[in-house]
């Protein structure tokens, strides 16, 4: 939810990270005041929401049938129902995650331990927009963290988490671990996006941009652009700015505390949108939502784009069937069955884009662009 997330998810399975956008339906209002930055507990006024369907929007709808993907699915989904195992199950995930972090040299205490010496509590204030509203499902536990990305420890290690999880992502067989391969990743998408748009971009906005490492992505290949960042965790987004901080600090490099469905920023004035890993930890509902915005927020012939893991890869495919590999998998990513179910490039199209073109940016993920009509 990177995007709106720190995302943690199970690398050696080819899964991924990003912080998550959702749609601001929901009052769910943060009091910086309440929460410890030591150990988040944050007030929240929350009305109820409908949950998010599971079916396909083409009519096929995967639970009806009998496939050996379904029925593994439908089994992983009732563990996950019971509340002790999902417990489990996020813990263990996240351990691993940060066992990989000290294999690959990036080991997590020292890091966090500096971070922790940061009067945070300033850079809340200084980012937080309090008319922002959480949707519920954004306010539940999340990636292995009680409060999602709502809380200071999933915003100290979202970069952490970025490098361990992505760590053998162009090793199918899992045989070498790369600490550069989140940048790697990051980079290839970068390389088979620029060919496919039709201009050079001089203004973007980067939806779910987390603690920023996708916005400063973007400033590097097109240095001479306005590029900002927006995401709708206010802890992701005081890390940002701290960060920008200890960069080279760039006017060119904003960030907003906002949702990806409303953010408030002017109506076609953008020439490209990008969305990098965000998709597959939001419901369909606010992905269809997002598009809507990204198309009013593009000019004319201005670009959408996507980096997201690929329904169609053949690993991603075996993971599914495979219950064990999936039960891991469901314990950081409770969207990805809606994600993978979901004809995304239709309904790009249908909201007035032209058909969306894509290719891949590694054995598992794949790069989606499409022009504003």
Same mark, same amino acid.
């Given at each position: ?47 109820? %929401?409908? %949950?998010?369907? +599971? ?36 813990? %263990? ?130 240095? +001479?652009?306005?590029? /900002? ?9 005081? /890390? ?12 060119? /490099? ?65 993971? /599914? ?36 073109? %894509? ?15």
């Amino acid at each position: 939810m990177v995007g709106s997330r720190c995302v943690l998810a199970m690398s050696g399975l080819g899964l991924d990270l990003c912080s998550p956008i959702r749609n601001p339906t929901i009052s769910a209002h943060l009091d910086s005041s309440s929460c410890n930055t030591r150990n988040v507990s944050c007030k929240y006024s929350v009305a109820p %929401q409908k %949950q998010p369907s +599971n079916t396909v929007d083409d009519g096929k709808n995967e639970s009806s049938g009998f496939s050996p993907m379904s029925i593994g699915s439908a089994a992983v989904n009732a563990l996950f129902s019971y509340e002790p195992f999902f417990k489990f199950a996020a813990g %263990q995930a996240r351990s691993m995650i940060i066992e990989r972090g000290t294999e690959i040299g990036h080991p997590w205490a020292p890091e966090l331990a500096k971070l922790r010496t940061h009067d945070w509590s300033e850079e809340l204030k200084k980012a937080q927009n309090k008319q922002v509203e959480y949707p519920s499902y954004y306010l539940k536990p999340f990636h292995a963290y009680e409060y999602g990305n709502l809380s200071w420890d999933a915003a100290w290690e979202v970069e952490l988490a970025a490098k361990s999880v992505h760590a053998n992502i162009f090793d199918p067989e899992k045989q070498k671990l790369d600490p550069n391969g989140d940048a790697e990743l990051r980079n290839s998408y970068h390389r088979t996006m620029v060919p496919m748009l039709k201009t050079t971009p001089h203004a973007i906005v980067d939806l779910g941009c987390a603690t920023g490492l996708s916005t400063y992505g973007l400033h590097e290949v097109f240095p +001479n652009a306005l590029t /900002v960042g927006v995401d709708l965790s206010p802890y992701f987004i005081s /890390v940002a700015n701290f960060r920008q901080k200890q960069r080279s600090p760039s006017k060119s /490099v904003q960030f907003l505390h906002g949702a990806a469905e409303y953010t408030g920023l002017p109506s076609g004035a953008y020439d490209l949108v990008s969305l990098c890993l965000v998709c597959h930890e939001l419901p369909r509902t606010a992905t269809k939502q997002i598009i809507e915005e990204a198309h009013r927020l593009l000019k004319p012939g201005g670009a959408l784009a996507i980096m997201e893991m690929n329904p169609y890869s053949p690993l991603l495919q075996k993971m /599914v069937t495979n219950i064990f590999a999936f039960t891991a998998f469901k314990a950081t990513e409770p969207y990805f069955d809606d994600y993978r179910t979901f004809g995304i490039e239709r309904a790009i199209e249908e909201r007035g884009f032209s058909f969306p073109t %894509q290719t891949e940016c590694s054995p598992r993920h794949r790069t989606i662009v499409a022009h504003k009509k």
